[in-house]
Each structure stands twice: as structure tokens, then as C-alpha cells.
């Protein structure tokens, strides 16, 4: 079975600066998705950012990066100059190609502080 | 284009009762999937419909049942509500056809007591 894990329950980074989100996943296919999904305190899920496994280039979204190491199942998000409006919890997903559901972490909660 | 909605926001039922929470999916979208998150915890698959049949299954009882409508709009059913079913529900939409990002609405916040 597939299991995502976030190593880091809570972390804080100050406005401006760079701060990076671990992830890594197990699994045996080799045709998934990963993705970045922000919950703020409103409680509705965004999707940040997507990644298909067959792609080697990592994918960036404006702030939002990934490091998608395959051969270590591991999915990083760094997220560049920080804004306060980036405090939310940020969880990580995997969808399996064949499957419809996605596969989430227990989340990490980013607080970006003045 | 309309985003994913979800009704009620906000729900607080007795234990045993039956519940009915709704969904409708974005625009261009023919698949939506269920999800409970727990305080604290990341979301937890129940059950995705597609072209109005349940295309896959967490690992939630038969008392977790759902529809969806020829517009492509869900429902969640609960019976027999547990005081562990108290959770905040995410409905998600997508097109299994074209691409894999998922959609979520705001979620129904659903307390048993």
C-alpha cells in the first residue's frame, strides 16, 4: 500500500525568507502524481502544486518549487520569500495513475511570522 | 467558472441519527471523491464517484453511502451516526478523463454528540 509521510508536524520561517516542506512516499508503481495541497485556517484545500513522475524536470509554480527525487521517493516544496498569507497547513498527496484517490500525509503547520 | 460547493457548512447531530451532505462539482468536471479529515489529521479517502458510479473505496463501512446526479453533483449519506464520525467532510472534483488535479470545496463540518 502507498503511504505518504511528513516528517516535520510544525515549522516557522519569517516573511521574506525561504523555507522547504519534506515529504517522502512509498510505493511500487511508476506511473503516479504528487502533489502540494495548502490548508489554511479557512479550511479549504488549494492545490499549490502538481508533479507527474514520468517528468524529470521539476515543476514551479511563481513562490512554490519542488525537488522530486524518484529514485528516493522524496517530494520537497520550498517555498520562496515567504508571505504572511502563506501560514496554513501543507499536505502532501500521492495519486497512483490507475486509482482515483489521493494518498495524503499528516500535514506540516507553517506559520510565516513579520 | 463556479468553484466546488458544499452544503451545509456547518452540522451538529445526535448519535444514531442519518446525515446527507451535499456537493457540486466544478464546471466540466464528471468525477467527484469523498473525503473525512479528522482534527489534526490529513484527509482520509471514503469513496469516489465517476459517471455516476462509485468507482473505488476506502476503508469505510457500509453505513458511508453516496450518489451522484446526472449533472454530476454527490451526495454523502451516514446512518447510524458515531461519535467518531465527527469530522469536517471534503468534497473534491476532477475529470478522470483529462488530467488528475483534484478540487476541493470548502468542506461541511459535521459534529455528533
Known amino acids: 500500500a502507498q503511504t505518504v509521510t511528513q516528517s516535520q508536524p510544525e515549522m516557522s520561517v519569517q516573511e521574506a525568507e525561504t523555507v522547504t516542506l519534506s515529504c517522502t512516499y512509498d510505493t511500487s508503481e511508476s506511473n503516479y502524481y504528487l502533489f502540494w495541497y495548502k490548508q489554511p485556517p479557512s479550511r479549504q484545500m488549494i492545490l499549490v502544486i502538481r508533479q507527474e513522475a514520468y517528468k524529470q524536470q521539476n515543476a514551479t509554480e511563481n513562490r512554490f518549487s519542488v525537488n522530486f527525487q524518484k529514485a528516493a521517493k522524496s517530494f520537497s516544496l520550498k517555498i520562496s520569500d515567504s508571505q504572511l498569507g502563506d501560514t496554513a497547513m501543507y499536505f502532501c498527496?500521492?495519486?497512483?495513475?490507475?486509482?482515483?484517490?489521493?494518498?495524503f500525509g499528516k500535514g506540516t503547520k507553517l506559520s510565516v511570522k513579520p | 467558472e463556479t468553484g466546488v460547493t458544499q452544503s451545509p457548512t456547518h452540522l451538529i447531530k445526535t448519535r444514531g441519527q442519518q446525515v446527507t451532505l451535499r456537493c457540486s462539482s466544478q464546471s466540466g468536471h464528471n468525477t467527484v471523491s469523498w473525503y473525512q479529515q479528522a482534527l489534526g489529521q490529513g484527509p482520509q479517502f471514503i469513496f469516489q464517484?465517476?459517471?455516476?458510479?462509485?468507482?473505488g473505496r476506502g476503508n469505510f463501512p457500509p453505513r458511508f453511502s453516496g450518489l451522484q446526479f446526472p449533472n454530476y453533483s454527490s451526495e454523502l449519506n451516514v446512518n447510524a451516526l458515531e461519535l467518531d464520525d465527527s469530522a469536517l467532510y471534503l468534497c473534491a472534483s476532477s475529470n478522470r478523463d483529462r488530467e488528475r488535479e483534484q478540487y476541493f470545496g470548502p468542506g461541511t463540518r459535521l459534529t455528533v454528540t
Open positions: 464517484y465517476y459517471r455516476e458510479e462509485e468507482n
Open positions: 498527496a500521492f495519486l497512483e495513475g490507475r486509482q482515483g484517490n489521493l494518498i
